[in-house]
């Protein structure tokens, strides 16, 4: 009895699974028959036969009393399993290295070896003209030298000083130059092997962050969002500043789960419980010294009834935060500072709330008192910056503009709780105004009054 079957017949596991006719429901009563293998590639049986020959030379070749059955159930089992997994990248980093090769074999293709010939050419050009500035800057300084030992501070001596930091800038471009187009250079960085003592690939990274989307995506939001002009009138950003908070889907696990936080997406809305704690920063500068920076967020989307219009609230300040390219992360923030993290509390009626961190630099160490809660609401961006000359606008120049960030959220149940544990004053709700009604004053008068 046969059971007729459709299209193919699949063997896995070594089971027979056939795709059968549905209507065919008939079961075969005929002794079990063990199925047949897998057919073998050509080219594997090839290397079997030639493996088999060299290893048993007197044994005699394939005849035709062998059972073939067995020779092919035999040949089945030493077949290697398929890979259930994809081939995977090994990992690459500074505790991982690895080194870089050529895609391809010199000679393989002329064109890409002459390319690759001109760029060692050109790197060897420019180290030598920067050797060369060095010699001059060296010679430079010791005339300096010598001069502020025999005549002192003058105009002339000024002047040289201004040469020899001009000499010093063109030097730096010059190193810079002079390795960042060697294939060797530009894979390391791109294979997270980075040395942050390199200005090189400080320079790579720097570049990476403004012309592959993610400065372009911040002030996309910044703009469409109008935080400028609402809370500054202009921004050059020169630190990439990244923000991580809490998944929404691990809010209740916050324990176990706070240190495997997300990035934010800047305009991106969360939720208040997301933001009840202060979030991770990570602020890549692209600078090898240590410079002080401080850290402002605020809130210009705050309700002001006396005014009907809105106000600013000041959620978080900490000035004198050192940074380097060799410590991305934000160092611990001090439990003392002028205005410690409040958690953004959108009131209920209003629109979504934008909040804003700035990270500004500083011209030098500036000491702040401590801000009240009255000092707060009101608090002037524009104003604290001009006052304390932070990197901001026309402050200190538009190379040195900081970082910023920003997200939304609207008010949810868990800003009730954050206005009575945290803050500590009665929740606001806000709404628009009732449509005045030119007839409530005689709503509650008599509609039919009797005269005498």
Request: proline residues 10%; glycine residues 4%.
């Amino acid at each position: 009895m046969f059971v007729r079957v459709g299209l193919r017949s699949v063997i896995k596991r070594g089971l027979l699974l056939s795709r059968t006719n549905a209507t065919a429901a008939a079961v075969d009563t005929s002794p079990s028959i063990p199925p047949p293998s897998p057919p073998l590639s050509s080219s594997y049986q090839k290397e079997t036969d030639h493996v088999d020959a060299k290893s048993s030379p007197d044994a005699p070749s394939t005849s035709k009393n062998a059972d073939p059955a067995s020779e092919k159930s035999q040949t089945h089992a030493e077949v290697p399993e398929k890979r259930t997994s994809k081939r995977k990248r090994p990992a690459i980093s500074n505790a991982t290295p690895r080194k870089w090769n050529p895609p391809m074999l010199a000679g393989r293709m002329p064109v890409y070896d002459l390319a690759v010939s001109y760029i060692n050419k050109d790197a060897r050009f420019v180290a030598g003209q920067a050797k060369q500035l060095q010699a001059d800057i060296e010679v430079k300084e010791a005339q300096y030298q010598g001069q502020l030992k025999t005549l002192g501070p003058n105009p002339e001596l000024e002047e040289l000083d201004a040469q020899l930091e001009q000499m010093r800038e063109k030097l730096n471009i010059l190193d810079i130059q002079s390795q960042i187009n060697l294939p060797a250079v530009r894979w390391r960085v791109r294979n997270s092997m980075v040395d942050v003592r390199n200005p090189v690939h400080l320079r790579l990274l720097e570049q990476r962050w403004r012309n592959e989307g993610d400065l372009d995506l911040l002030m996309e939001r910044l703009h469409q969002m109008h935080v400028i002009p609402d809370v500054f009138p202009v921004l050059h950003p020169s630190v990439n500043l990244r923000v991580n908070f809490i998944p929404k889907g691990r809010i209740l696990y916050r324990r176990r789960y706070d240190h495997n936080r997300i990035a934010v997406q800047p305009g991106r809305f969360l939720d208040a419980q997301q933001t009840n704690l202060p979030p991770h920063l990570f602020a890549n500068v692209f600078h090898t010294e240590t410079r002080l920076y401080t850290l402002l967020m605020v809130d210009p989307d705050v309700p002001d009834p006396t005014s009907e219009s809105f106000t600013s609230y000041l959620h978080w300040l900490v000035p004198n935060i050192p940074l380097s390219a060799s410590n991305g992360r934000m160092p611990r923030i001090p439990a003392k500072v002028p205005a410690s993290y409040v958690p953004p509390h959108p009131q209920k009626g209003t629109p979504y709330h934008r909040y804003v961190l700035l990270l500004l630099p500083q011209p030098c160490a500036i000491d702040i008192a401590v801000i009240s809660e009255e000092q707060r609401l009101g608090f002037d961006v524009r104003a604290f910056v001009k006052q304390y000359g932070l990197g901001l606008g026309d402050c200190i120049g538009t190379r040195t503009g900081g970082g910023a960030h920003m997200w939304r959220q609207v008010w949810d149940e868990n800003v009730s709780w954050i206005y009575e544990n945290v803050i500590k004053k009665s929740e606001p709700v806000y709404g628009r105004p009732p449509k005045y009604d030119e007839y409530e004053e005689f709503k509650n008068t008599p509609r039919y009054v009797a005269q005498n």
